[in-house]
């Protein structure tokens, strides 16, 4: 049995009415799952059902109101330096260059410039973007400021890597690019990932795992196991012939299609 | 910029200004007469620069291009500093926000030269009136650039440094800092031409030195040349002023997309 790097115990977080009077929104409710070390695990669910509310309680931006969120076997109440998350948007600062954006984290805790700099460069050569050290963000294209936002996040060596629809901004063919390259990070870095997502494919290509969640107040109808091998070659997963039963037991989860519009 | 000027385009355009300059000359010293309006109305060229010479070495021209010059320079900074403070704090707290900010706006909307008698009342014929009108107009343009910066803020950015564990000191310098400086500069440039204008009106309501009070007295005696020399004085200390913050701003700015293109 591996070690346990993220669970969340009968989790359930509810936000204030907007209105005097009016009972407060629960966002999810009973949370209950297991990330394994090394494990990358996707999030799916209809819009609203509260996958961003998950990662917020993660990454101890905003504590769930009952049950617990645990990291490396720590519970979860204010930022720590076992998670970091990644959002759609690539939030570089256009007043660095892409090298001082991969170093924002390290600065923050303090690590020296000399270590910083070897981190951030040695990173962007892993996602690719060794020549784009000094230039600044506006002067990239959007995958490959995506590309440096993963590199920002894995800089600060996260146990738990947060993420919240990543590539759901790019075209589909640089995002097919991106997962692949993320794929191939994740395996040979080792690390645990939880992963929201709306686009099923990209959810089936990526992960060893697939939990399903229900409409608001969310809460988890079904595991997948995916088992398709080349968890590092996304680009070879979407292709093989396994995946597409997959997303037709995702779509009929979903109730996809089964609206009359 | 050493690119830039070797580019013909850009050779062209800089003799077509130096050629639009002498045509205005010449329509200055010679168009008046042409059209008979009198030397009292629109002095020629000639006679502002004789006035200019005469008024150097009678007048102490450059004495109270100084002393005016040193009370914009001092209202600015001092109202730049103010404007950038309070917009921080009124950026970082809402409460203070809401409190202060039907003041503020009543402040704002004031014509802020009217506060120059009562300045003038409380201070005397010294440099503060002319230099508290200076920050007080000054401090407008940057308190309400600094402060909108700080809201325009993308709150995922600072829930990114927040789950960094950044402080609240490093949220402001790394983040909210850098991030109000484009709105921060544009406000400079506003409160630049303000400032002179702020000053100005602070000696013409009272005292006898600085360019304001060469105006009127220039006006007093009926010279125009006087008054025409006093306001190319006026507009050189605003033209210098203005040319060192953007000099200032094309170095912290440097990253700006626009800037990074001209200069690649």
């Known amino acids: 049995m591996k070690t346990i790097r993220l669970e969340c115990r009968n989790v359930t977080k509810r936000f204030a009415a907007q209105r005097k009077g009016e009972a407060p929104i629960v966002a999810v409710q009973n949370l209950n799952f297991k990330i394994a070390d090394g494990e990358v695990v996707s999030l799916i669910g209809p819009s609203g059902c509260g996958k961003s509310t998950l990662l917020n309680m993660g990454s101890g931006l905003d504590p769930a109101s009952d049950g617990e969120v645990m990291v490396d076997g720590e519970k979860v109440i204010k930022p720590n330096e076992h998670v970091a998350f990644m959002l759609q948007k690539d939030l570089l600062l256009p007043w660095r260059t892409i090298r001082q954006n991969v170093e924002f984290g390290l600065e923050i805790r303090g690590v020296p410039a000399s270590e910083r700099k070897a981190t951030a460069l040695g990173l962007l050569k892993k996602c690719r973007l060794p020549d784009f050290a000094d230039h600044y963000p506006h002067q990239l294209s959007g995958g490959m400021r995506q590309r440096a936002a993963l590199a920002r996040t894995l800089a600060v060596d996260p146990a738990v890597l947060l993420m919240d629809e990543p590539f759901s901004a790019l075209d589909a063919q640089t995002k097919m690019v991106l997962q692949q390259d993320l794929g191939r990070t994740l395996a040979e870095t080792g690390k645990t990932a939880l992963f929201v997502t709306h686009d099923l494919v990209e959810a089936i290509a990526l992960s060893d795992r697939v939990l399903v969640m229900s409409q608001r107040p969310g809460t988890i109808i079904e595991e997948i196991v995916v088992d398709i091998p080349g968890r590092d070659n996304p680009m070879e997963r979407r292709k093989s012939p396994k995946t597409g039963p997959y997303i037709a037991q995702l779509m009929s989860l979903l109730h996809i299609g089964e609206e009359v519009h | ?264």
């Open chain 2, 1 to 264: 910029m050493g690119s830039e000027l070797s580019n013909p385009a850009t050779q062209r355009m800089m003799i077509g200004s130096f050629l639009l300059a002498i045509v205005f000359l010449a329509v200055w010293e010679w168009g008046p007469a042409a059209f008979g309006i009198p030397q009292f109305i629109i002095p020629p060229a000639s006679k502002v620069w004789d006035e200019f010479l005469r008024m150097l070495t009678r007048d102490r021209l450059m004495f109270h291009t100084g002393i005016t010059a040193m009370q914009v320079v001092v209202g600015f900074v001092l109202g730049m500093i103010l404007g950038m403070l309070v917009g921080f704090l009124l950026g970082m707290s809402p409460t203070a926000e809401f409190v202060l900010s039907p003041y503020i706006l009543a402040l704002q909307i004031a014509p802020k030269v009217a506060f120059a008698p009562l300045f003038v009342i409380w201070f005397g014929y010294t440099v503060y009136p002319k230099i508290l009108v200076a920050i007080l107009i000054v401090f407008f343009p940057i308190m309400i650039n600094v402060l909108g910066a700080v809201r325009a803020i993308d709150p995922d950015i600072v829930r990114l440094a927040r789950s960094f564990n950044a402080s609240k000191l490093q949220i402001f310098w790394k983040i909210e800092f850098p991030a109000s400086l484009p709105p921060f500069f544009a406000g400079l440039r506003i409160a630049a031409t303000l400032a002179v204008i702020g000053v100005v009106v602070g000696e013409l309501v009272g005292g006898n030195q600085g360019l304001g009070y060469l105006l009127t007295f220039g006006e007093g005696a009926g010279n125009t040349p006087m008054v025409f020399v006093t306001i190319i004085m006026l507009t050189v200390i605003g033209i210098l002023l203005y040319g060192a913050i953007v000099l200032i701003e094309n170095r912290v700015l440097h990253w700006l997309p626009g800037r990074a293109r001209r200069a690649s």
